[in-house]
């Protein structure tokens, strides 16, 4: 990278500095577990932290589950009871409950489907909740009380410690790493447009030295771009081959939300809209929580062509992000999401991406950008260092074209989350213009790149 990247990431150095002193180690102490009494029927053991003694008490206690809830969320029983959950899923997605510490629960039930498991001797104050990825975190939990006693959670040992991710400004990326190829092809002919898109999770690197449980769609974040004119007709099939599940919503689509059902592992399901107006528009997953689904990596953009639209040297699309650090290897930090505490945030999914790979474009000849805000939470204010916008769309119009009375010039495009736009600009001399979001907090920690004209 050239001297104007080091001076970039140096800058970054501080902000990312005082960002990672917030990280405190987390010390656990271990210690020993003793077998728990369970019923014959249920499988594996269930740790403790002493034996229980049975008071000759059975309660058994109907629990609902739902779309990020748990009905009761807590239950009370006096120490040495044998409870017994009938555990029922009403919700519109597949649900479980999972006893901390042990292997004792209800397995994954599907919508409707309903178990009843022999929790056992219960002697300290302990917690279920449903395993799919971020319910916890969104409340699916249900707290069994013992009056008097502590949790249980507060003496086990967690065994290793699981520290989120922290971005190093010093870092850099491997050998033979690329980024995602910025260079918008044009859209396909005719007026079908079939794409089939893939729910899977993929371990992939979003920062030099960081990686992430990424749930995508085809394996690539952002998702692919999917390009037509107004008037066509989309036809998208979602493939789910994941372990929870997924589902689309296409805000260049008009249609009522019963269109965006979610589907299970296992499972596809074909989803049609046609393309009325011109823009740059985002899709996402919609399934619960939709935060954590979009934050993980779960969104793309369609882009549908203005009736008249010039041409131009060279397209590029740069769909902006958050990315919130879970432990390496693992899926985001669901408690950074709602915090809104980005560990990043990003152009086309990798932190300073373009600033290790710079974009290659003519100078002297009109180029046109297209921006996303795929967020899910923070705006952007997108930027070139060294050149003005002599175009800019926003959201379905055009807020500035050439040969406007004025001769104005725009310096930067806003967006909200979910919003997009594009603009156009000329190069003037050949050299290295800095693209970034102008929200200089932003730019420190990962929303940094470069065009290279020549």
């Not at 560990?343 to 950008?369: E, L, M, T």
């Not at 930027?383 to 001769?407: C, D, M, R, W």
């Amino acid at each position: 990278m050239g001297t104007g990247g080091r001076t970039v990431r140096s800058g970054r150095l501080l902000a990312v500095l005082s960002l990672a002193v917030a990280f405190v180690a987390l010390i656990l102490a271990a210690v020993a577990f003793t077998t728990r009494p369970t019923s014959p029927t249920v499988a594996g053991t269930l740790a403790t932290a002493a034996p229980v003694l049975p008071n000759g008490q059975v309660r058994t206690f109907s629990v609902q589950l739902g779309d990020l809830w748990v009905r009761p969320s807590s239950i009370s029983v006096a120490s040495g009871t044998r409870a017994v959950l009938r555990v029922e899923n009403r919700g519109g997605e597949s649900h479980d409950l999972q006893l901390e510490g042990g292997k004792v629960g209800t397995g994954m039930l599907d919508p409707g489907q309903s178990r009843t498991v022999d929790i056992g001797l219960v002697g300290q104050t302990e917690q279920l909740w449903c395993t799919v990825p971020g319910h916890k975190a969104a409340g699916m939990i249900l707290t069994i009380t013992v009056p008097g006693s502590t949790p249980l959670g507060t003496s086990r040992a967690a065994g290793t410690a699981t520290h989120d991710a922290v971005l190093d400004p010093a870092a850099t990326p491997p050998s033979g790493w690329h980024p995602l190829d910025p260079v918008l092809q044009p859209a396909p002919s005719g007026t079908v447009h079939r794409i089939t898109l893939v729910a899977e999770d993929r371990e992939l690197p979003v920062a030099p030295g960081v990686t992430q449980d990424m749930w995508t769609f085809n394996g690539q974040v952002p998702a692919p771009i999917l390009r037509g004119q107004v008037g066509d007709l989309f036809e998208v099939t979602l493939v789910n081959r994941s372990t929870m599940g997924h589902s689309l919503d296409f805000h260049a689509a008009s249609q009522p939300t019963e269109a965006m059902a979610t589907v299970a592992p296992g499972h596809s399901m074909t989803e049609e809209f046609v393309a009325s107006h011109a823009g740059i528009f985002l899709y996402h997953c919609g399934t619960p929580p939709i935060l954590e689904h979009l934050a993980n990596g779960m969104y793309g953009a369609v882009i549908v062509d203005p009736p008249i639209l010039p041409p131009v040297s060279e397209e590029l699309v740069m769909v902006q992000s958050e990315l919130y650090f879970g432990p390496p290897g693992r899926s985001g930090d669901y408690s950074a999401m709602l915090a809104g505490r980005a560990s990043a945030v990003v152009f086309n999914g990798y932190a300073d991406g373009y600033a290790f790979s710079p974009i290659h474009v003519p100078a002297g000849k009109p180029i046109r950008i297209w921006v996303l805000d795929a967020g899910p939470s923070d705006d952007t204010s997108f930027h070139v260092i060294g050149a003005q916008f002599g175009t800019v769309f926003k959201e379905g119009a055009y807020l500035l074209q050439p040969g406007s009375p004025t001769e104005g010039a725009s310096q930067a495009l806003d967006l909200m989350p979910g919003q997009g736009g594009f603009v156009e600009l000329t190069l003037p001399t050949p050299g290295r213009y800095a693209i970034l979001d102008h929200h200089l907090d932003h730019a420190a920690i990962g929303a940094v790149g470069y065009l290279v004209a020549g």
